[in-house]
């Protein structure tokens, strides 16, 4: 083997080793019309990847192939090296794929804390109805609650809260259950300017050390955060690297001239 | 605690919320609670001493309807599925043991081998039901008239199988003797009966109130609420509402034992939609969601049916009919929702009054 | 028991036999119709509709026995009458519930008590009978059919056709159909979505009160007997598909279909159950129906 074959085996299998997500050919089609086409990605541990592109490019569908609600008419996902592609939903959220939705999903109904406590309580599958309570699920709720730094007690009801404050929970429910892969929908959206620098104070410190993938519509966010960055336009990759490379990549500017 | 309790929206009578009756809620006051609690058990308690006979009978009938009204409550209130067939379940642990009592014997060993059957059978058909449908992710609408479906079948069947259930008539049932099989055995009537059933239904109740404050039950309550986002969070949403689809047929069918070893009757109709519907509406007045809603309604709606509705003019369905119309459209949290709002309300005037007295300058 | 050996088929039989469950798939599908129009647009499952299905017959009763009028004015008042009762339902009750969708199942089982109650009042609970008001049957060759029979089903059939007619060619049929695809439509399309939510219940409870009316000379006239056609009914909207009309086409040929024929060759007790277990089989297989799903 040449020098630089060995070269390449050597990158590949130290890519291989930290790779926590790799998706090979995703395709997903509507009858006649594919949402997204053949797209490959490689997410190394510690990453954090942001998906950017036009609206209809296929990122919300893109993530929910990742996040196992759809299912993708080609393509493969492997996580941390297996491949999961058949996996249904939830057991992908036990086995540490977290998501946060784009429009708030909480329990509406239940209280601030129990929303916490029961996307602490996910993971840990009990079906027995006569156990009792895992106190630690409690104590986890209450760390992430201070961590959010909404403006609700604990015991509010969950439909009460206003949108910033939704948006927080919903992030918070995705971090409370200390996920590996982070799926993240659109954090900023539809958030008013004056709740904004929270969120964004919560945010940079809640991805610090989670691999993390990110759609955002919000340029400077993603240009912040983002370690490197994937363009999606009509379902097809047409650029990726780090921030500097896509703010002056050309293919990226024409796919947003009339934009977003 | 103080005077500034802001006077935000409780989710009033939702599940996992506090509801006034309920004992086991940390850190809510409960002196209010315990008492309406003690209130209620000490009228079941003393209620041969004050009530006649025939109402001690419809009483206990009504305890027994009561177990019925809380598994379909873990069902609907907690878990959100609707099904119009419960009946179905109740029914054939009645014909179970009715069948057993008939045919084989009225020992204590049959009445309990009946327990047993009239358990464990329906909650497997609810556990092989519930598989199948939800596994396929069937939708709730259709879940519902499939149920609907099965009630009418259900007492079709009965009515023309007549063979095993002697068809419209009705089986007539031998009284059952409890006991300790080969010790002793004696008939279980009236007043005795009665107060069987008291702790029967106490010990349903504290069952059903364990079952929803465990981790399981908090699950259900998550599936309820959002169960797009139980499932993102890492729920087998499909084995809970399987799971607790089979505990409450379950459930239901020993309620339906004891029906025939109360009434020593069972005929069709106790399995179709007409009595699916009328648990629903019990547990629809009482409170959904609350369990102790249940057995309020239950309690209530059958003592109205069987002593004024003979005094009214019409009929007690078109009274329930327009009754259910009314509380969907104005009080579906049902009485239980009516008096947490009334306490909530007296609560908030006390706060305020607190407050008007801390800022008075003499204090 | 009837047993039919396929070796000496008797001709006429099977053609009365084919004649009579033509005649149930098409008052079947009549009342889907109203079904589908109710589900599949406002998506609301109103278990009022087997008590429409029942108004219908009763105004029927009514027109011919009580109040001497006749048949036919009856025949013609009752999708009226049934498609007021459909829209004050609507009005007074539905219209409120948008929010909660699942709460109107309650609700309208509710108004369908209700109605029964007040039909056993009004008119006490003995079963009716209405006259045929086509007596005597048509020479068919192969066999001699009811004349009221066909003529039910030749009406059914045009009712249905106009219908879909209605709603494939013309302008606001075209637009109903599609927000009932696509309820999210009804905004973008500028249509006045109260106006359609009354509309489409008045016109769907109209469908069944004359299914209703078709019926009540060719059975017994009582408080219950729209039951059977309300699960009947949904039956055939979920095979079909609900959020399609076409599906019940299909739908109410393999309910209404197996029914008739399973009840003659059976019984009534198997063919009803024998129809259950398929419906359920086959939403278990496909469950967004045969034709649904696009």
Redesign the interface.
Known sequence: MTTTQQTETNAARVESANTLLRIEGLTKTFGSFTAVDGVDLSVPDGELHSIIGPNGAGKTTLFNMI?G?LRPTAGTIHFRGTDITAV????R??RGIS?A?QIT???????VH?NL???A??????????????PD?DDRARGMLDDLDVDARP???A??LSHGDKKKLEIG?ALV?DPTLLLLDEPTSGVAEAELPALLEFLTDAVADLTVLLIEHDVDLVLELSDRITVLDRGEVIARGDPEDIVADERVQNAYMGGY | MGGDEST????VG????ASPLSVSVA?RELSGTTALAALGVGFLLFAPAILADYLIQILTLSLIFALFAISVDLLWGYTGILTFGHAVFLGGGAYLMGTLLEAVGTGPAIVYAGLAAGTVLPGLLGLVVAGVLFSRGISEDYFTIITLALAIIAEQIAVSWSSVTNGANGLLVPPARVGIPGVVATELTGVPFYYLCVGVLLAGYL?AR??V???????L??IN??E??????????E??KT??FG?SSGMAGFAGTLYVLSERFISPPLLGFVQSTDVLIWVLVGGRGTLVGGILGTISLRFFENTISGALAFSWILVLGIVLILIVLLFPEGLVGVVEVARERLRDRRDDEATDHSSDPDL | MNCLLLAGVDTELVASLALNALSSILILALSALGLAVIYGFIGVINLAHGAYFTVGAYVVWLTSTELGIGFWPGFLLAPLVVAVVGLLTEVLIIQHLYERLLDTILATWGVALAIGEAIKLLFNAQSKEVGNPLPGSVDLVVTTYSTYRLFLMGVAAVVITVVFVLFTRTDAGVRLRAVIQDPTQASLLGLNETRMYQFSFAFGSALVGLAGAAVAPLTTVEPNMGISYLVQSFFAVILGGAGTLIGIVPGSVIVAGFSNVGTFFISPVVAQTLVFLLVVALIVVRPEGLLGGQ
């Open positions: 996040a609600s249904d939903q939830d057991e959220a036990r998501r939705f999903q909480l329990f509406p109904g239940v209280t129990e406590r029961l996307a309580q996910a993971s840990d599958q009990r079906f027995n109805p006569l156990a009792t309570r895992n699920h015991d509010e009801v439909a009460n429910m259950s | 935000t929206e409780r989710a939702a599940p996992g919320v850190g069952v364990r079952i404050d465990s981790p399981f039950g908090r699950a309550v998550a609420e959002n797009t986002k139980a499932t993102a969070l890492g729920y087998d949403t084995k809970y799971l607790v505990v």
